[in-house]
């Protein structure tokens, strides 16, 4: 298993890249598995060690031969919405979408932006779309269905001790005094 993560940040031109998120998750997944290097091993040897720079198509190649190497990956990417190259973020994210590689998990996040919505309908399908309309729609919604969730599972009253003591705890509270 592998997990991989990429943030588009809003105050780092670098970080709103597609290539920069290729790089990324490349690095990431390449460090956890022991035949998880070979893919970036043949990228460098195929771009005469390091110059000229990989193109997009071949930095999503050596990404989707490294997923391969796994039995699970999760891929995460946040912050659809400070990309500053929706064409190529549509065009990743439908290749990516497109592997059909059993054990790929991918999580997209965004702040809820027409562009974003459009771009993702374009390369989603019905079974993904299905999904993102099931989400909770606001910061809100979420705590109240993770709440909702706790105490359905029967831990609603300790999860609201453990909330006030947090609250209005005078110092910071170890993990070790909340399970205790």
Known sequence: MAV???YFEFDDR??????????????????????AHKPLDKLYSDCGR?????????????LRNTVKSFTDVFI?????DECKESDDLATNIGEM????IVGLHTLVTSWQEKDIEELLSIVLDDKYKVSLQSLPK???DTYAQTLKAIDSEGYGEHIAKIVQWLAYST???????IAS
């Open 4 to 6: 991989g993560y990429s």
């Open 14 to 35: 670098e970080k709103q890249r597609c290539d920069t998120m290729l790089r990324s998750l490349i690095a990431q997944l390449s460090l956890q598995g022991r035949e």
């Open 50 to 62: 390091g110059a000229p720079e990989p193109s997009s198509p071949m930095l999503l190649n050596t």
């Open 76 to 80: 995460s990417l946040d912050g659809l």
């Open 97 to 100: 979408a497109g592997w059909d």
């Open 138 to 140: 606001d910061l809100h």
């Open 171 to 177: 110092r910071r509270i170890s993990l070790t005094e």
